[in-house]
């Protein structure tokens, strides 16, 4: 079976250009979770998704960050503009309803 | 807000030594997981627990729910050079999230062969 798959693996752009990461979680499963993961701060969750609604998304640092989830097989998570702090790994992750989260191989992002 | 206490934080071990890491927390836990990272590529989802008290294995890998809720520890016998990697402590159910992980901030393992 196929895992969480996160595309692209890398991105490097440049300050205040707008950046898309795409996800597609496991088939079947109704949670989607975005972490960010920094040296400083560890992994951390952005925001939760339960059945393609967004239910939690105290963790989005600011509005340049923002999520969808148009159906059960598909998410993006866009910052715009984006800035040199935004750098780090962008994981997405999906789950059956508990709290067992299945992680995709992340998007390693640069602002530069 | 939650904090998750892992350590040690790092580790330098020999082949065929058993490995000792925890966590604990401030904060009563309804769920704890345990991952492993390597370079490069996302989180692993190696034991979950979600009883207090619950010992559960995985091969050559055995971690604890601690009996307070707060603590969690994972083993890992006779080591190989491939168990190299960060290993991630996580908690989920405090305050009524279920969904929501804490993560610690992880222990590097170094296997010398």
């Known amino acids: 079976d196929a895992g969480v798959i996160q595309s692209p693996r890398h991105e490097v752009t440049e300050m205040g250009q707008e950046v898309t990461l795409r996800c597609k979680p496991i088939?079947?499963?109704?949670?989607l979770f975005w972490y960010r993961q920094t040296m400083m701060r560890g992994l951390e969750l952005l925001i939760y998704?339960?059945?393609?609604?967004?239910?939690?998304d105290s963790g989005m640092p600011e509005d340049r960050f923002s999520a969808k989830m148009p159906n059960a097989s598909f998410s993006t998570l866009k910052i715009q503009p984006s800035e040199p702090r935004d750098s780090a790994v962008y994981f997405c992750?999906?789950?059956?309803?508990?709290?067992?989260?299945?992680f995709g191989q992340g998007t390693r992002l640069t602002v530069v | 807000g939650q904090q998750l206490n892992q350590s040690p934080q790092s580790m330098f071990i020999q082949e065929g030594e058993d490995v000792s890491m925890n966590c604990t927390s401030s904060s009563i836990f309804n769920t704890w997981l345990w991952y492993k990272q390597d370079p490069g590529e996302g989180p692993v989802l190696l034991i979950a627990l979600y009883k207090a008290g619950e010992l559960t294995s995985n091969g050559r890998l055995t971690a604890q729910f601690g009996i307070t809720r707060k603590d969690s520890f994972l083993n890992i016998s006779a080591s190989i050079p491939s168990d190299v990697g960060i290993y991630f402590c996580a908690g989920a159910g405090s305050g009524g999230s279920n969904y929501k992980l804490t993560f610690g901030k992880g222990t590097l393992l170094t296997v010398n062969p």
């Open positions: 998704f339960n059945n393609n609604v967004p239910i939690d």
């Open positions: 088939s079947g499963h109704n949670s």
């Open positions: 992750a999906s789950s059956l309803g508990i709290a067992e989260a299945f």
